[in-house]
């Protein structure tokens, strides 16, 4: 991720920084999938340091068989993106409210 310029986070902060994280993988594969052809769904999203912050985030998707022609690895990679924009607007949110 591209140096942003935040403080260092509180740990609510980073809770919540996971969340949108997650909610936004989430709700791009639920916007591609539905939910019935979904046989696990895994989003993990690790932050590491302050300064600089440093977020990791995997999404793991097995879909139905039923679902066999869909590509489940670039679901899971557009989901990855997903999540980082939804974590950089976040981050520059706050940003934006250190400066004020």
Same mark, same amino acid.
């Not at 979904?38 to 690790?46: F, N, V």
């Given at each position: 991720?591209? +140096?942003?310029?935040?403080?260092?986070?509180? @740990?609510?902060?980073? $809770? !919540?920084?996971?969340?949108?994280?997650?909610?936004?993988? !989430?709700?791009?594969?639920?916007?591609?999938?539905?939910?019935?052809?979904?046989?696990?769904?895994?989003?993990?999203?690790?932050?590491?340091?302050? /300064?600089?912050?440093?977020? =990791?985030? +995997?999404?793991?998707?097995?879909?139905?068989?039923?679902?066999?022609? #869909? =590509? @489940?690895?670039?679901?899971?990679? $557009?989901?990855?993106? !997903? @999540? #980082?924009?939804?974590?950089? +607007?976040?981050? !520059?949110?706050?940003?934006? /409210?250190?400066? $004020?």
């Amino acid at each position: 991720m591209e +140096e942003i310029g935040i403080p260092p986070l509180t @740990a609510e902060q980073i $809770e !919540r920084l996971c969340e949108i994280g997650e909610k936004a993988a !989430r709700d791009h594969i639920l916007s591609k999938v539905p939910a019935r052809k979904i046989s696990s769904l895994d989003i993990t999203i690790d932050t590491e340091g302050s /300064k600089p912050l440093t977020v =990791n985030v +995997e999404v793991e998707v097995t879909l139905s068989p039923l679902m066999k022609d #869909f =590509n @489940a690895d670039g679901l899971s990679k $557009e989901a990855v993106d !997903r @999540a #980082f924009s939804a974590i950089k +607007e976040y981050l !520059r949110e706050l940003s934006c /409210k250190s400066t $004020e």
